[in-house]
């Protein structure tokens, strides 16, 4: 049904039927059509907090009540579970995607956080599938954002990657580390790279968040992310999103994936980078630096020294001169020149194909 839905609200008027149909606005309904009331907002976000919170609990240390309570999450353990949750997502982020009424409302629903709620339930033992749809949810919620409400989705989503959340139940006890939130970020990092559909929906997350954003064209000097973002942990900016996406998703992620799947990671990683490197706002930077009679040359030197310091613009380079993200990238971009040919303007392999070319 949600599958239905979703192939019918194509666009902004049929994405406020379907939201209006899911809100129950439309009460004059005969007793005979008259629907269950289990496919409506209200029972979706009722689903999606009660497994979100299931998922997290622990069990009791009693040896009895842990055997009492062994079999509680077994609901997850069952095809049907994720399967629906998947499909109320998946709804959740076509909406979201066709409608900014829709995304708004969801975003500032006073009863239900969708971003908290989504992050608890990719805390625990969930399929990949589902976690990865909890990140497409995210990203969707994200379409033509606002600074603030980017803002906002990073510094939940770097809490949460920095909080030991992300499901590592497999991994046993944290070590003593100097670090600990440095170490949870990169155990997160690693349990999000064990499957494919995981790390491309993540990596399309993050590339939801470092786009320009439509009230952002003013401020020359403007960063996708708060200034502070990580600062209680580590150095502040997004180096470590930077790391994960070409250090672990294109460097070695890519390789070990079918021709299909390595074509769709690429191309969202190699889109990552052409984001940085476009966004770098390179001539303002050489022009601030040069200027021998600014307005406020405390102000100036501050803002150019920080944008400098934290857009990601630098650590993409860096990365580009690694001898791994090198031959991926020539590798991109030597495709068999028939294929290219027979191949549509917007497949897949040609996408890729001009990504890696814009790269160089």
């Not at 997290?56 to 009492?68: H, I």
Request: hydrophobic share 40%; charged share 20%; net charge negative.
């Amino acid at each position: 049904f949600c599958e239905v839905l979703c192939s019918i609200s194509e666009g902004e008027e049929n994405a406020a039927a379907a939201h209006k149909f899911l809100s129950e606005e439309d009460r004059i309904i005969s007793a005979k059509f008259k629907r269950s009331t289990s496919m409506n907002w209200s029972q979706m976000f009722a689903e999606l907090q009660l497994y979100a919170t299931r998922v997290v609990e622990k069990p009791s240390t009693s040896q009895g009540v842990l055997r009492a309570r062994k079999t509680e999450p077994i609901e997850m353990s069952e095809p049907e579970s994720p399967v629906m949750l998947t499909c109320y997502l998946r709804l959740m982020g076509h909406l979201c995607k066709q409608s900014g009424t829709i995304r708004d409302w969801m975003l500032h629903h006073t009863s239900f956080s969708v971003v908290n709620t989504l992050l608890s339930l990719c805390s625990g033992p969930i399929p990949a599938h589902l976690r990865a749809t909890a990140f497409e949810t995210l990203a969707a919620l994200m379409t033509d954002r606002t600074s603030a409400n980017g803002n906002e989705m990073w510094l939940s989503i770097d809490q949460w990657i920095s909080g030991g959340s992300v499901g590592v139940s497999g991994l046993g006890k944290a070590p003593i580390v100097s670090n600990p939130l440095v170490w949870h970020e990169q155990q997160a990092f690693q349990k999000i790279s064990e499957s494919f559909n995981q790390t491309n929906a993540f990596v399309g997350l993050i590339n939801s968040l470092v786009s320009p954003t439509f009230d952002s064209s003013s401020d020359h000097l403007w960063l996708p992310f708060p200034e502070s973002l990580g600062a209680s942990y580590r150095m502040p900016g997004i180096e470590p999103y930077v790391d994960f996406v070409l250090g672990q998703a294109l460097s070695r992620g890519v390789p070990d994936l079918n021709e299909h799947q390595a074509l769709l990671l690429s191309f969202n990683c190699l889109k990552f980078v052409v984001t940085c490197l476009r966004s770098f706002n390179e001539h303002l930077v050489v022009v601030l630096n040069e200027s021998t009679v600014p307005s406020d040359p405390t102000a100036k030197t501050s803002s150019s020294a920080t944008y400098k310091r934290l857009h990601p613009f630098a650590r993409v380079i860096e990365w580009l001169f690694n001898e791994d993200i090198i031959k991926i990238i020539f590798a991109t971009a030597d495709q068999d020149g028939t294929k290219v040919a027979r191949a549509s303007s917007d497949s897949m392999l040609v996408l890729t194909l001009l990504q890696s070319i814009e790269v160089m």
